[in-house]
Nanobody
Framework: QVQLVESGGGLVQAGGSLRLSCAAS????????MGWFRQAPGKERDFVAA????????DYAHYVKGRFTISRDNAKNTVYLQMNSLKPEDTAVYYC????????????????WGQGTQVTVSS
């Protein structure tokens, strides 16, 4: 059974940084695209960032580009999201997601989801 477990969320002041981790189990994720989404209260779940199976290609939502960095360690079946220069509007539950396929484009409709980790940015 595939499991994605996020960690690293918390409370941080505006301008601060956090690093989210997502550990995958129950499958061989070194050949899968993975990514992050977020959902703020009362809003839909939005795309944040994605990375292809090798880590050679990445994609970011415009509202996090230049501040967030996605990376992965296939030896550890783990994907990371380094979040810098955080803003109050980044406050949301952040979800890790994975595709059954290698390509970045398949992250438009992920096949697996984690339970989410809360990120709160105070002003």
């Amino acid at each position: 059974q595939v499991q994605l477990v996020e960690s690293g969320g918390g409370l941080v002041q505006a301008g601060g940084s956090l690093r989210l981790s997502c550990a995958a189990s129950g499958g061989t994720f070194s050949t899968n695209a993975m990514g992050w989404f977020r959902q703020a209260p009362g809003k839909e779940r939005d795309f944040v960032a994605a990375i292809n199976w090798s880590g050679g290609n990445t994609d970011y939502a415009h509202y996090v580009k230049g501040r967030f960095t996605i990376s992965r360690d296939n030896a550890k079946n783990t994907v990371y999201l380094q979040m810098n220069s955080l803003k109050p509007e980044d406050t949301a539950v952040y979800y890790c997601a994975a595709s059954n396929f290698q390509l970045l484009s398949t992250m438009q409709k992920p096949d697996y989801w984690g339970q989410g980790t809360q990120v709160t940015v105070s002003s």
